[in-house]
T-cell receptor, first 114, second 116 residues
Framework: ETGVTQSPTHLIKTRGQQVTLRCSSQ?????VSWYQQALGQGPQFIFQ???????GRGNFPPRFSGLQFPNYSSELNVNALELDDSALYLC?????????????FGPGTRLTVL | DQQVKQNSPSLSVQEGRISILNCDYT??????FLWYKKYPAEGPTFLIS?????DKNEDGRFTVFLNKSAKHLSLHIVPSQPGDSAVYFC???????????????FGKGTKLSVKP
């Protein structure tokens, strides 16, 4: 069974640029959730995708957007980067429709905005 | 306003003893709770969960207790091992059979150090 993978591991961007982060779900999972973890904080929910549709969104502006593909992999796109976007971005996959749809996390992408 | 609170930023325990990590929540709509462990440079690893219809769930050395009236849960690790040293996050959600568990609300974490 393949776990959740994310790419890239680290990324450095400048303010105003755009970034795309990628996530491959654990095999058999159909739901992907994205979280932002700032230093010293717990992860904060950005949004979730289920069967290629957005299925819930946290308190993040529209410049945070996402996609889920037919193979259940996913992308997180952030436009017009700001310094406060510097954080660890975590992807989690789960199997919706079961009574134990626990989320399993990838290792994260560390984004630094200069 | 933090809906899930872990008031102890750190905890130090001797190897072999019990580690007790605490978590409080404010939202009475939460009905599913999880604990995750996180090592540096890794993503959170799922440890154990509990539904609000239970007050205890046990998995090996890990036991989670839920006190709904106090809106409090705790994770007990017995016996503690040096490999348990990590940051532990408490998370809560409104469980929805259908995949809307997505909106996990996390605490800020407690750093556990288990000394040999």
């Amino acid at each position: 069974e393949t776990g959740v993978t994310q790419s890239p591991t680290h990324l450095i961007k400048t303010r105003g640029q755009q970034v795309t982060l990628r996530c491959s779900s654990q095999s058999g999972h159909n739901t992907v959730s994205w979280y932002q973890q700032a230093l010293g904080q717990g992860p904060q929910f950005i949004f979730q995708y289920y069967r290629e549709e957005e299925n819930g969104r946290g308190n993040f502006p529209p410049r945070f957007s996402g996609l889920q593909f037919p193979n259940y992999s996913s992308e997180l796109n952030v436009n017009a980067l700001e310094l406060d976007d510097s954080a660890l971005y975590l992807c989690a996959s789960s199997l919706a429709g079961t009574d134990t749809d626990t989320q399993y996390f990838g290792p994260g992408t560390r984004l630094t905005v200069l | 306003d933090q809906q899930v609170k872990q008031n102890s930023p750190s905890l130090s325990v001797q190897e072999g003893r019990i580690s007790i990590l605490n978590c409080d929540y404010t939202n009475s709509m939460f009905d599913y709770f999880l604990w995750y462990k996180k090592y540096p440079a890794e993503g959170p690893t799922f440890l154990i969960s509990i539904s609000s219809i239970k007050d205890k769930n046990e998995d090996g050395r890990f036991t989670v207790f839920l006190n709904k009236s106090a809106k409090h849960l705790s994770l007990h690790i017995v016996p503690s091992q040096p490999g348990d040293s990590a940051v532990y996050f408490c998370a809560a959600s409104v469980d929805s059979y259908g995949g809307s568990q997505g909106n996990l609300i996390f605490g800020k974490g407690t750093k556990l150090s288990v000394k040999p």
